[in-house]
């Protein structure tokens, strides 16, 4: 099935959770979809093979893409293909992502190096590799999952917070710089929801046995979080269905260039979407302080 209106659709992290969702959800409403995944031939060499066929037997435009985010080689090869076939594509979505959890002094400088390396740096690797032809097309939209932990922090997740804070500066600095562009850059805030993250979080090597030393009351804390989380993950009163994420990620597709919200919170927001709602007049104040006032106002050079 394809429809007339179809857009190209890049995203990356698709071997699961929210990622493979929205990947098989767009293609089956008829966009052009590159679900793109780290391991295609390896670890998720299944995963990967099952999307293929599931490509074939709906008739859906659903490609399985290799693309490791903390690889330039790897992002590069993946954006030459997608834009040898498509031109530049109308939306990238920016939504692989790990999240590190432990005592925030037990991680070595490394370990958070490489936390930053996917949460980040990999979100910059892909842009740069998608922007040239997105600019030259004077339109087209990103979509930066982020995450209440943007906006919030807590014990024990202060590596992961240090990412997708970072993430959340960045993105509005190029929100300002590309809207003269065309280009729009978004950022959807999911709270808890089910899926690998969790269950995947990367463990620091605690090297030196920093985390000994910490008294019992905060590693009990630690050691209980995972229970802490399915508890408020399985309350049925709460919304933490994946799917809210996707189709948030979808209205945002479909919303006209220029009245897209920079930030879209998702799920159980512990009070980030009055934080947001306050950060708006500060965020114009600033550009107005720089005399830059023009780039809050996207110029897209046509309907996207
Ligand atoms: P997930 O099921 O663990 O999915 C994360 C995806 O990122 C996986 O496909 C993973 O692939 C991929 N990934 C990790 N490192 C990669 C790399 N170097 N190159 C390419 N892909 C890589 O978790 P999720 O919840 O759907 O996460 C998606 C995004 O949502 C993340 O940015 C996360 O921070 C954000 N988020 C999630 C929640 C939540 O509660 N679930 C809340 C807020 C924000 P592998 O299988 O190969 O590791």
């Known amino acids: 099935m394809y429809k007339s209106n179809a857009k190209t659709v890049v995203i990356t992290g698709c071997s699961s959770g929210f990622g493979r969702q929205v990947s098989e959800q767009l293609a089956r409403r008829g966009d052009r979809v590159f679900a793109t995944m780290r391991g295609t031939e390896g670890k998720n060499a299944k995963i990967a093979a099952e999307m293929r066929q599931l490509a074939v037997a709906e008739k859906i435009n659903l490609q399985v893409l290799e693309l490791d985010v903390t690889s330039s080689v790897s992002v590069d090869a993946a954006a030459a293909i997608i834009i040898n076939e498509c031109g530049a594509p109308d939306v990238v979505i920016n939504n692989a992502g790990q999240m590190y959890i432990g005592f925030t002094e037990s991680f070595s400088a490394d370990e958070l190096s490489r936390q930053l390396d996917v949460n980040v740096v990999g979100v910059h690797r892909v842009n740069r590799a998608f922007l040239p032809a997105m600019r030259q097309q004077g339109r087209g ?80 804390t630690l050691d209980n979080l995972a229970q802490t989380f399915e508890a408020m993950l399985k309350d049925p009163t709460l919304p933490t269905d994946p799917g809210l994420v996707v189709d948030r990620i979808i209205t945002l597709i479909e919303m006209s260039a220029g009245n897209r919200p920079f930030r879209s919170v998702v799920g159980l927001d512990f009070g980030v979407t009055k934080q947001n709602a306050d950060a708006v007049p500060f965020d114009a104040a600033v550009l107005e302080a720089f005399g830059m006032t023009e780039f809050a106002t996207l110029k897209p050079s046509e309907f996207q």
Do not use: C
């Open 141 to 220: 939209l990103f979509i930066n999952i982020s995450s209440v932990a943007g906006r919030l922090s807590a014990p024990f997740f202060g590596v992961y917070h240090a990412s997708k804070w970072a993430l959340e500066g960045y993105s509005l600095a190029l929100r300002g710089e590309l809207a003269s562009s065309g280009v729009d850059v978004v950022l959807v805030e999911p709270g808890p929801f089910t899926t690998e993250l969790f269950s995947s979080s990367p463990q620091p090597q605690d090297i030196d046995g920093r985390v000994a030393s910490y008294p019992l009351m905060a590693r009990q």
